[in-house]
């Protein structure tokens, strides 16, 4: 009896956590859309009023003095953050025919960290409404937010050259296109601009959070050199991830040079031996990746022209380092300013 009482209790003690721990995730999205909301109407307020009233932006140090003195319990009106309220309207403001009310409640959706730096970094409102969505979308901190920001995400997805849209189902094609980038960047890869392709993997798999940020949400890591047996022949798979959006396996194969047309051929055998010993019942097509330092779009739309399985091709970026033997030959600090100092 003392069991069954525990078990029960134990489970009513779940239900009753959850239910207070969405309660309180919904009371803090409530608070964060109102603060939202309202620097976009401080915003319109302060832009109207100087525009009609031909005041400067001095008025924004007194405008700061008397909303600290009036409400002192309240933090974000500083000088600086007022200014940010008025770019956060104006920003959005300048697009007003395109703003819907979807990204008006989107933006309440996200901190107003993330806000301003998106408003700050962001060309243009498709740039801006592009990070807004992956924010909500990935979870993403405002360091993330940065990061993503910094490598250019925006000019980067869905840029792959590929046959998607002939090899994939018409619902799938799309999502699977925008799930690509080009280039890659691995920035936390640093070999020299000779590394072999298994040192390449052997550091992907070692940074895998990070690499599974820059692969992007919904990837999960299945394995390493990933063995395949075919007509009593062994094969081994780069990199082999599941994406559960997309429901189907995708093999990475790393080049560290210039795409050649061999590679994609080799790429479409291992889809082919994927589908048959790795695809489940519910599984959609397994996707190919073939990751290159360098190609010619041309070449790789005629390669992948006739093939029948989906492969994306991508560039990618790692921090390259000298070797050894040319670091030995270059000037040190010293030597450099020694020679300055012969020459003056």
């Not at 009371?27 to 109207?48: C, F, H, P, R």
């Not at 592009?130 to 979308?137: A, D, H, M, N, Q």
Request: with cysteine; hydrophobic share 35%; aromatic share 12%.
């Amino acid at each position: 009896m003392k069991d069954l009482f525990l078990d029960d209790y134990k489970s009513w003690f779940i239900e009753i956590k959850t239910k207070l721990k969405s309660t309180q995730q919904r009371t803090v999205v409530a608070i964060n859309s109102a603060l939202i909301d309202l620097y976009w109407d401080l915003g319109k307020m302060i832009t109207e009023k100087q525009a009609q009233a031909q005041w400067g932006d001095n008025i924004l140090q007194s405008l700061s003095n008397d909303l600290k003195n009036e409400f002192p319990e309240s933090t974000g009106y500083s000088v600086r953050n007022l200014r940010y309220i008025k770019q956060f309207y104006q920003f959005y403001n300048a697009n007003r025919q395109q703003v819907v009310a979807d990204l008006r409640t989107q933006l309440g959706l996200i901190p107003w960290g993330h806000n301003i730096l998106i408003i700050s970094k962001s060309k243009d409102l498709n740039e801006a409404e592009f990070y807004v969505r992956e924010s909500i979308k990935n979870g993403w901190s405002r360091d993330t937010l940065a990061i993503q920001i910094k490598s250019n995400l925006h000019g980067r997805s869905g840029k792959s050259v590929n046959n998607f849209k002939h090899t994939l189902p018409e619902m799938y094609s799309e999502l699977a296109e925008q799930t690509l980038k080009d280039p890659y960047v691995f920035d936390f890869v640093a070999l020299t601009s000779e590394a072999k392709e298994r040192d390449i993997e052997k550091q992907l798999v070692t940074h895998i959070t990070k690499f599974l940020l820059e692969l992007g949400k919904g990837f999960a890591f299945v394995g390493q050199q990933y063995h395949l047996e075919i007509a009593e022949e062994d094969y081994y798979l780069d990199l082999l991830f599941y994406n559960i959006p997309l429901k189907c396996y995708v093999i990475v194969e790393l080049k560290n040079t210039k795409f050649a047309p061999e590679y994609a051929g080799k790429l479409n055998f291992y889809l082919s031996a994927a589908d048959d010993l790795l695809k489940g019942e519910n599984d959609k097509p397994t996707i190919g990746i073939l990751l290159c330092r360098d190609k010619n779009n041309i070449g790789v739309e005629y390669a992948l022209r006739d093939i029948n399985k989906p492969i994306g091709v991508s560039e990618f970026q790692f921090t390259e380092i000298l070797p050894e033997e040319i670091k030995s030959n270059l000037p040190t600090i010293e030597e450099i300013e020694n020679e300055l100092k012969n020459l003056e």
